[in-house]
Nanobody, 119 residues
Framework: QVQLVESGGGLVQPGGSLRLSCAAS????????MGWYRQAPGKQRELVAA???????SSADSVKGRFTISRDNAKNTMYLQMNSLKPEDTAVYYC?????????????WGQGTQVTVSS
């Protein structure tokens, strides 16, 4: 079992910055990738950024150049640095990890943290 706990959300003005953290605990053996997703009211959950176990990072076009995903393996923590925030970035942000155990892939989710961008 894996537990994921997000933190760092809040209210920020347009153009501001926030850093989200996702602390992972439990058996991370077989980790394939971790990622940040977000879900705005009335919309589907979407992938924001991901980082593989090997450290390769990718991000959605809508956040390229503004958001940076990173991971501290020693602390089992993943981060999302969000700069130049826009009102359309308002959403609940979720941490996700994918674990491969044998031939079965498991998806784990955090409880989510609210990010609101508003003046």
């Amino acid at each position: 079992q894996v537990q994921l706990v997000e933190s760092g959300g809040g209210l920020v003005q347009p153009g501001g910055s926030l850093r989200l953290s996702c602390a992972a605990s439990g058996n991370m053996f077989g980790l394939k990738a971790m990622g940040w997703y977000r879900q705005a009211p009335g919309k589907q959950r979407e992938l924001v950024a991901a980082i593989t176990s090997g450290g390769s990072a990718s991000s959605a076009d809508s956040v390229k150049g503004r958001f940076t995903i990173s991971r501290d393996n020693a602390k089992n923590t993943m981060y999302l640095q969000m700069n130049s925030l826009k009102p359309e970035d308002t959403a609940v942000y979720y941490c996700n990890c994918r674990i491969l155990s044998g031939v079965v892939q498991y998806n784990y989710w955090g409880q989510g943290t609210q990010v609101t961008v508003s003046s």
